[in-house]
């Protein structure tokens, strides 16, 4: 699965940040004419969860692909990788879903109850966790293979950040992944 390593990077932009945008833009003004905000939250939520599955798997195809391509001399566990990239996923899709049932029961006058919200937040936080440590995982998995050897944070702390911040990222790393895949 090199589809997404071999994109320009301002194709990947175009995909993940261009395209969802435009889609927000056409159904809110749309939809806001309509005033049924419920169908607008389903209709973004939907857009919100195809975006993050494309951008996930941007990550799953990276990191084993990368992963690959290390040197024998660094060691690093994709099985613990896949796991914690499936779990925000899995996460995201079942608050959406949460979400979606249970906003419209809510009633005006009745009162909120907060275990539901409580288990939530504790499990976005893990959620939040996975998706860091995946960074963590593809920006030293991405500069280990570019050097074809051992490296510290340090060395890497640049693509981490460059990873995470994406809209800007993008356009310094997908070049250099596309340099490391372009022969496959």
Known sequence: MTFFLKLKHWQLFGLLLGIPM??????VST?????????LLSILSVVMVITMCIFL????????????KLPPTV?????????????????LVSITV??????P??????????LPFSAIFVV??????????CLYFNAKALKSVEWQKPVTFGDFAGEFFLIWFFPIGVWI????????????
Request: contains cysteine; proline residues 4%; charged residues 10%.
């Open 22 to 27: 435009l889609f927000q833009f056409v159904t």
């Open 31 to 39: 939809f806001i004419k309509s005033e049924n905000i419920l169908t």
């Open 124 to 133: 976005h936080f893990f959620s939040m966790f996975c998706i860091f440590y």
């Open 173 to 184: 790393l997908q070049p250099r992944i596309n340099e490391l895949f372009k022969e496959d």
């Open 57 to 68: 798997a941007w990550f799953y195809s990276l990191g084993t692909n990368l992963h690959k």
């Open 75 to 91: 060691s690093m566990n994709l099985t613990l990788f896949k796991i914690l990239l499936l779990f925000p996923l899995l996460y």
């Open 98 to 103: 949460f979400m979606l049932t249970m906003l």
């Open 105 to 114: 029961t809510l009633g005006v006058g009745s009162r909120p109850n907060f």
